[in-house]
């Protein structure tokens, strides 16, 4: 069984930084996407950044490019978003997720999620 723990949300004023890290533990396979969701208070969900483990190719949504940045460790069960010039429409709770199979729709994994919080 999978599982993603997150950490690193918190409480920031707009303009500031946080960085989020997701540890997944169990086992994915060896093509599988890890990332991020988001989602504010009467909003859609949506993908904010994901990483695909056999290319290293990385998504952004256009709302955070240049803005947000999506690493991993070498073993990638681990995955950090830095989260730079934060806005206060950035404000939300935060999923790390996993895809086992990214070749049919959907996350398998969720984790339970964390609350980032922007102050104006």
């Known amino acids: 069984e999978v599982q993603l723990v997150e950490s690193g949300g918190g409480l920031v004023q707009a303009g500031g930084s946080l960085r989020l890290s997701c540890v997944a533990s169990?086992?994915?396979?060896?093509?599988?996407?890890i990332g991020w969701f988001r989602q504010a208070p009467g909003k859609e969900r949506e993908g904010v950044s994901c990483?695909?483990?056999?290319?290293?190719?990385?998504y952004y949504a256009d709302s955070v490019k240049g803005r947000f940045t999506l690493s991993s460790n070498n073993a990638k069960n681990t995955v950090y978003l830095q989260m730079n010039s934060l806005k206060p429409e950035d404000t939300a709770v935060y999923y790390c997720?996993?895809?086992?199979?990214?070749?049919?729709?959907?996350?398998?994994?969720w984790g339970q999620g964390t609350q980032v919080t922007v102050s104006s």
């Open positions: 169990g086992f994915l396979g060896d093509d599988y996407v």
């Open positions: 990483i695909r483990s056999t290319d290293d190719s990385t």
């Open positions: 997720v996993a895809d086992s199979n990214p070749t049919s729709p959907g996350y398998d994994y």
